[in-house]
């Protein structure tokens, strides 16, 4: 499967830190093209420098996923 990653491109939010970190930095390992997103773009930004300083491709982006509006209660999914 890793030989399947390498020349794609992948969006990992939340990837300044934590799983997210940890998943961009194993992509780009897999010769994968990262965007860092994170809602704290020095924490993107650092974590996209890690991958370059290795060879990787790996760009940050800031953004917040939820920070839109939230669906109310007894919305479309909910069993409520």
């Given at each position: 499967?890793?030989?399947e990653?390498?020349?794609?491109?992948?969006?990992?939010?939340?990837?300044?830190?934590?799983?997210?970190?940890?998943?961009?930095?194993?992509?780009?390992?897999?010769?994968?093209?990262?965007?860092?997103?994170?809602i704290?773009?020095e924490?993107?930004?650092?974590?996209?420098?890690e991958?370059?300083?290795?060879?990787?491709?790996?760009?940050?982006?800031?953004?917040?996923v939820?920070?839109?509006?939230r669906?109310?209660?007894g919305s479309a999914?909910?069993t409520?």
């Amino acid at each position: 499967m890793i030989a399947e990653l390498d020349g794609a491109a992948a969006v990992i939010t939340a990837g300044g830190s934590g799983i997210g970190r940890a998943t961009a930095r194993a992509l780009a390992a897999a010769g994968t093209r990262v965007a860092v997103s994170d809602i704290n773009l020095e924490r993107a930004v650092a974590v996209a420098d890690e991958i370059t300083a290795v060879g990787g491709e790996a760009l940050a982006v800031a953004t917040c996923v939820n920070c839109g509006t939230r669906p109310s209660r007894g919305s479309a999914g909910s069993t409520s």
